[in-house]
Structures are given as structure tokens and as C-alpha cells.
Antibody, heavy 119, light 111 residues
């Protein structure tokens, strides 16, 4: 069974940093692209970032709203994906979901971790 | 990148069928067969219901179906059940600045 477990969320002041982790199990992590989708309180879903598998170059993509501030990475030996979030803004407040991508759809989702950016 | 356009809400009675639309452009919905639909119950993670316009993942009820015409994709739920009450989001691959774009979401109420 595919399992994705996010961690690292919490309360952080504007301008500070936070690193989210997504620990995967139940599948060969290195074979899949992984991504992050967020949902601000009471709002819709917003795609944030993804990283291709090493087989496809391990390259990354970012939403315009986070480009230059967020960095996605992966450690295939530990089946973990990370999202390093720097220069956080109040508008980054959201539940962040880790997802496994299959083709162009988000096939599996974690339970989410809440990030609150506030002074 | 603007979100895909979905109706804010739809409703139906148990046993009826409803359709949720998702309108984009030729750069996303109209240009590729990469539309997916997600169901989200309050406080829960989204769950994929349809991928690549009309394919159902294993375990998803055949009451859920997807289609596309031009720049508009549709999710149809037949034989509505109380458990179908949820928020539904469409998503499409896009050639705009980011690879994917979500719709704004549609709240389905089962009367």
C-alpha cells in the first residue's frame, strides 16, 4: 500500500524558513516523480512544485508564486522528498500535501501538514 | 496562470445524476487529454476519481465518469449517494508557465 507521510509543518514568522519532509513507503520511490500541492484555509488546491525521477533527469518545476523561494529535493536512498521553504510570506499559510505523480495526474496523496506563517 | 473555471456549487437528490464542468483554454483542457478530477471531503486529503479525461483508477466506483469537448471537461456522477457530497476539483496539464493548473473547486450537495 502506498503511504505518504508529511512532517515539518508548524508556526513560523514571515521571512523565516521551514523544511517539509515527505516519507514514502509501499513502492519503489525512485521510480516516481513527486510533488507538493497546497491548500490555503478555506481555499482551493494550488500546485506548488514537483521533481522528476532520476530516470528523467531529476529536474524540478515550481509555481510562479514560490519560484526562487522554495526548493524541492529527493533522497531516493531514504524514500524522502523535501520542500525547503525560504522567505516565507503570510500567503504561504496552507496545508501542504505530498503527492505521487503518475503521468500527468496526482495518484496518491499524504494527509497533509499545516504551515502557518504569522508574526 | 488563471485557474480553470468550475461552478461554485451543484446539487442533486439521491439517485439522480449531476455533471460538473471545467472550462479552460486550448493551452490546457482543449489541447491535451490530461484532465483529472479529485474528490475532497472536509478535513481530508484529495482523492483522484478520474485521470486522463475519462479513466477511472482502480477502486473508484463506475458511477463516476469523465469526458471532454473542446475546452471544457466534465465529471458526471450517476446514482448520487450521500457519500458523494464533497468538493470536486479538476486539474489539467498546461503549456503555460507551470505544468498543471487546478480549477477553483465545486461543492456538491446531495439533497
Amino acid at each position: 500500500e502506498v503511504q505518504l507521510v508529511e512532517s515539518g509543518g508548524g508556526l513560523v514568522q514571515p521571512g523565516r524558513s521551514l523544511r517539509l519532509s515527505c516519507t514514502a513507503s509501499g513502492f519503489t520511490f525512485g521510480d516516481y516523480a513527486m510533488g507538493w500541492v497546497r491548500q490555503a484555509p478555506g481555499k482551493g488546491l494550488e500546485w506548488v512544485s514537483f521533481i522528476r525521477s532520476k530516470g528523467y533527469g531529476g529536474t524540478t518545476e515550481y509555481a510562479a508564486s514560490v519560484k526562487g523561494r522554495f526548493t524541492i529535493s529527493r533522497d531516493d536512498s531514504k524514500s524522502i522528498a523535501h520542500l525547503q521553504m525560504n522567505s516565507l510570506k503570510t500567503e504561504d499559510t496552507a496545508v501542504y500535501y505530498c503527492t505521487r505523480l503518475v503521468g500527468n495526474w496526482f495518484e496518491s496523496w499524504g494527509q497533509g501538514t499545516l504551515v502557518t506563517v504569522s508574526s | 496562470q488563471s485557474a480553470l473555471t468550475q461552478p461554485a456549487s451543484v446539487s442533486g437528490s439521491p439517485g439522480q445524476s449531476i455533471t460538473i464542468s471545467c472550462t479552460g483554454t486550448s493551452s490546457d483542457v482543449g489541447g491535451y487529454n490530461y484532465v483529472s478530477w479529485y474528490q475532497q471531503h472536509p478535513g481530508k486529503a484529495p482523492k483522484v476519481m478520474i485521470y486522463d479525461v475519462s479513466n477511472r483508477p482502480s477502486g473508484v466506483s463506475n458511477r463516476f465518469s469523465g469526458s471532454k469537448s473542446g475546452n471544457t471537461a466534465s465529471l458526471t456522477i450517476s446514482g448520487l449517494q450521500a457519500e458523494d457530497e464533497a468538493e470536486y476539483y479538476c486539474n489539467s496539464y498546461t503549456t503555460s508557465s507551470t505544468p498543471w493548473v487546478f480549477g477553483g473547486g465545486t461543492k456538491l450537495t446531495v439533497l
